[in-house]
């Protein structure tokens, strides 16, 4: 049920004449939970922390979202840096009892490749967690991270068979979790984020031909000039805005005449999919 232990020797030094210890390598199973609770734990509190932040400064929008994302990953590069480094610990790592050395000299990371070692993770996470996936296929349980900074992960804590079992279970749910992750995101996603895009492009539209009814009854006709519609909005900014976020800029075009209209538009979806609405439709 678990890894069989390895174990890594500490290498003498002239300046550290101490008893030589014998660490096991740190399992999958405890590194994939250490790894979870960094995580978990930094992103609740600057996901907290910059949201009540961005909002007090009312900046906060669907357009800046991005911005918590940004700090979340530069802070954590530095997290890892300061606490990779020196022979200090994570905060899950503290709580499962690993630390991470340097491969050669089995001795505590220097901070620029503790740094490396966090930039490591996000190539991991962007790569739909292949750099993970290396530690099933080598004996010292390297990941990307490992091979970028030089460094492998130890077990510096005997754990009871209780605290195995349970580490070894949540482990288990949290590789399957990535698994079943990256699984969805290759298979499933695709499908249904592509209908949404649809969905959204039509919305937009059908927003575009309420404008058109409300144009005529202030005007008595309908328009083919956006900018109007725009005005009649109310928010000709924002509505902008939707249409750019919306509708690819080539393909979109207000037909009109003396009793009806149509608007056509190409979806952002990877079928650039046609979606038309006019004023026939019930």
């Given at each position: 049920?678990f890894?069989?232990?390895q174990?890594?020797a500490?290498?003498e030094?002239?300046?550290t004449?101490?008893e030589?210890?014998?660490y096991?390598?740190?399992s999958?199973f405890e590194r994939?939970?250490?790894?979870?609770?960094?995580?978990?734990?930094?992103?609740?509190?600057?996901?907290?922390?910059?949201?009540?932040?961005i909002t007090?400064m009312?900046l906060?929008?669907?357009?800046n979202?991005w911005?918590?994302?940004?700090?979340f990953?530069?802070l954590?590069?530095?997290y890892?840096?300061?606490?990779?480094?020196?022979g200090?610990q994570?905060l899950g790592k503290?709580?499962?009892?690993?630390k991470?050395v340097?491969r050669?000299?089995?001795?505590?990371?220097?901070?620029?490749k503790?740094l490396?070692r966090?930039?490591?993770?996000?190539i991991?996470?962007?790569?739909?967690?292949?750099?993970?996936?290396?530690?099933?296929?080598n004996?010292?349980?390297?990941?990307?991270e490992?091979?970028?900074?030089?460094?492998e992960?130890?077990s510096v804590r005997?754990?009871?068979?209780n605290?195995?079992?349970?580490i070894s279970?949540?482990?288990?749910m949290?590789?399957?979790?990535i698994i079943?992750?990256?699984?969805?995101i290759?298979?499933?996603?695709p499908s249904?984020?592509?209908k949404e895009?649809?969905e959204?492009?039509?919305?937009?539209?059908?927003k575009?031909?309420?404008?058109e009814e409300?144009?005529?009854?202030h005007?008595?006709?309908?328009t083919?000039?956006?900018?109007r519609?725009?005005?009649?909005?109310g928010?000709?900014?924002?509505?902008?805005?939707?249409?750019q976020?919306?509708?690819?800029r080539?393909?979109?075009?207000?037909?009109?005449?003396?009793d009806g209209f149509?608007i056509s538009?190409?979806?952002?979806?990877r079928e650039?999919t046609?979606?038309t609405?006019?004023?026939?439709?019930?």
């Open positions: 049920m890894n069989q232990p174990y890594y500490q290498p030094s002239e300046a004449q101490q030589q210890q014998s096991p390598l740190a999958i994939a939970v250490a790894f979870a609770l960094d995580i978990l734990g930094l992103f609740i509190v600057i996901y907290i922390a910059g949201y009540i932040f007090k009312g906060f929008s669907s357009e979202y911005i918590l994302l940004v700090i990953y530069l954590f590069i530095l890892c840096g300061i606490f990779q480094s020196g200090r994570t503290f709580l499962v009892g690993l991470v340097d050669q000299t089995g001795e505590g990371l220097s901070f620029k503790a490396l966090g930039l490591g993770y996000f991991n996470i962007f790569t739909m967690f292949i750099g993970f996936g290396l530690a099933f296929l004996k010292r349980r390297l990941t990307l490992d091979y970028i900074a030089g460094s992960v130890i005997e754990k009871t068979p605290e195995y079992i349970a279970a949540l482990g288990t949290i590789i399957g979790g079943f992750y990256v699984y969805y290759f298979f499933m996603a249904v984020y592509q895009l649809v959204n492009a039509r919305e937009q539209l059908n575009l031909a309420y404008l409300v144009h005529k009854q005007f008595g006709r309908y083919s000039d956006l900018l519609l725009a005005l009649i909005s928010d000709p900014v924002q509505l902008q805005r939707d249409i976020k919306n509708l690819r080539r393909g979109f075009s207000i037909g009109i005449n003396s149509q538009a190409i979806a952002k979806d650039e046609i979606v609405v006019n004023n026939k439709e019930e």
